[in-house]
């Protein structure tokens, strides 16, 4: 039977690591279901629609959305860290709001999908999160902070700790990513550092600084450092600024470059398999680093780092309020002394989480056909 499933996330907006979520979700739900409908919410339906094969609505427009509910069987709200009001006052109830439609409105079966819970900072998010969450089929979250989180909501319930979906993403070929870097005049025999930033509140300007300066500490070493914007225009705009203002002449063996143009995910995954090191700001420029064997270095603006992290049994992220470029230089340095036993042990991650992240698809196959799949 072919059932269908709404899909709602932060999609459709130029961001490499939700776009990874949805391709990840579609290809695990369809492994699972290949008869499943599948409809992504999002906000550029018409390219969402053509890069994952799949229909897609407006994300914003009610009749649509209403339209859809009205025969779905299961609607997913799904990745990344939607319920949060620190980025984003308004977001979360617009997320609270479409689940609230599905579940309280159209009665159907609503599944928070791999989910990041947090931090909720206003009372009244507070309680409307537990009020709503209490009647949800399935809260699945990628970590378990999410799950002490929704707990200290007062909601238990229901609750399963997975890991975030895009860890169920195979690593790719890594020829397309070397013929994406070539072109912009990578060497990718050399040893080669990913670094993705991004801009927080009053950090940036220490941001920007920490970052010029642990890329200036290795200008002697014959190595890449390739600046991977993960947000289109927001992340390239910081990762021109950090490049410009590196100081570097032509006879130093390194060599710095940015990649201005946006990639869909695979291509960025591809791109990535070529990394040695990835330093990142961003929760998927580690995840994409782990998925690929690239040693991870978090820097940690969220509680999402952290807890990834210490899913993954890593060391620590450097707070972004406390950046220093030292204790970056010696991470980066342990890795370049250490890298082939390091590489294997992230492949050794990659996999077991990867094992973790399958479970999502499995149970939204048991929530919608009543089988118990898991092993």
């Not at 507070?126 to 949800?136: D, Q």
């Not at 399963?160 to 895009?166: G, H, I, L």
């Not at 960025?268 to 580690?286: K, P, Y």
Request: glycine share 6%; net charge negative.
């Amino acid at each position: 039977m072919g059932y269908k499933i709404l899909l709602s996330g932060y999609f459709g907006f130029d961001n490499v690591g939700d776009e990874a979520i949805l391709n990840a979700m579609v290809k695990g739900i369809r492994k699972e279901m290949p008869d499943a409908e599948l409809v992504a919410m999002s906000a550029n339906p018409e390219l969402t629609a053509r890069k994952n094969g799949i229909r897609a609505i407006d994300r914003m427009s009610i009749i649509s959305i209403m339209k859809e509910m009205r025969d779905m069987d299961l609607f997913i709200s799904g990745g990344g860290s939607l319920f949060q009001d620190v980025t984003s006052r308004r977001s979360i109830l617009y997320y609270l709001g479409v689940a609230y439609l599905a579940k309280v409105i159209f009665k159907k079966k609503v599944m928070i999908y791999s989910q990041g819970i947090g931090p909720v900072t206003d009372p009244k998010n507070r309680e409307r999160m537990a009020k709503l969450f209490r009647k949800l089929d399935i809260i699945n979250v990628r970590d378990n902070q999410s799950k002490l989180e929704l707990n200290a909501m007062g909601v238990t319930e229901n609750i399963t700790v997975t890991t975030d979906t895009v860890f169920s993403l195979e690593k790719p070929d890594h020829m397309a990513g070397a013929e994406i870097l070539a072109n912009c005049g990578v060497n990718t025999r050399k040893l080669t550092l990913g670094v993705s930033v991004r801009s927080w509140k009053e950090c940036t300007p220490r941001i920007t600084e920490e970052i010029v300066k642990t890329i200036e500490a290795f200008k002697d070493r014959d190595m890449n450092v390739v600046m991977l914007p993960f947000h289109f225009p927001h992340d390239l705009e910081l990762s021109e600024r950090i490049h410009e203002q590196v100081k570097v002449s032509e006879s130093d063996p390194i060599r710095i470059y940015t990649l201005k143009n946006l990639m869909g995910e695979e291509e960025f995954l591809s791109v990535m398999s070529n990394m040695d090191i990835m330093l990142s700001m961003r929760l998927h420029g580690l995840i994409f680093a782990t998925v690929c064997n690239a040693w991870p270095i978090g820097i940690s603006y969220d509680p999402k780092i952290q807890s990834l992290l210490e899913e993954m049994g890593r060391e620590s992220a450097m707070e972004v309020e406390s950046i220093d470029s030292a204790e970056l230089v010696r991470q980066i340095d342990f890795a370049m002394e250490n890298m082939d036993q390091l590489k294997e042990q992230t492949a050794d991650t990659a996999h077991l989480m990867r094992e973790k992240a399958l479970l999502n698809n499995k149970m939204v196959k048991e929530l919608l056909t009543g089988e118990n799949i898991r092993r």
